[in-house]
């Protein structure tokens, strides 16, 4: 499936951003995913299965500059790659099976102080 190669390519170059930037990809944190869709109504379909499986922090929105709406919410995840695919992949999926966009996902570099 093309749309699982499209996801791995993109989560290794993130991943490895995060790696160069000092990131412990062991360390669990908030990552965030976004989507996107001109039908509100096909994002607020998504985020009630999103809710389903425990996704939290949910921001539907329409930004000024666009006819576009964006839905924004976190997973609580670790970036070690078999993970974060794994949710990456599963995002991607769910967006074709609802027709919007899955833009991505994204988090703050995490490392323990020693």
């Known amino acids: 499936m093309q749309i699982i190669q499209q996801r791995i390519q993109q989560d ?3 991943l490895k951003k995060l790696q160069a930037a000092g990131d412990d990809e062991q360390l669990v944190r908030y990552v965030d995913h ?11 379909q998504l ?6 499986i425990g996704f939290e922090n949910f921001d539907l929105h329409s930004p000024k500059e666009t006819s576009q709406f ?3 919410c ?8 078999h993970n974060i695919a794994k949710t990456s992949v599963l995002m991607a999926l769910l967006a ?3 027709q ?7 988090c703050a570099v995490a490392s323990e102080s020693v």
């Open 12 to 14: 290794t170059d993130t």
């Open 34 to 44: 976004s989507f996107e869709s001109d039908d509100e109504n096909k994002l607020t």
């Open 47 to 52: 985020q009630e299965q999103l809710t389903s």
């Open 70 to 72: 964006l839905l924004e």
């Open 74 to 81: 976190t997973s609580i995840d670790c970036t070690e790659f």
């Open 96 to 98: 074709e099976h609802y």
């Open 100 to 106: 919007v966009t899955y833009s991505g996902w994204g």
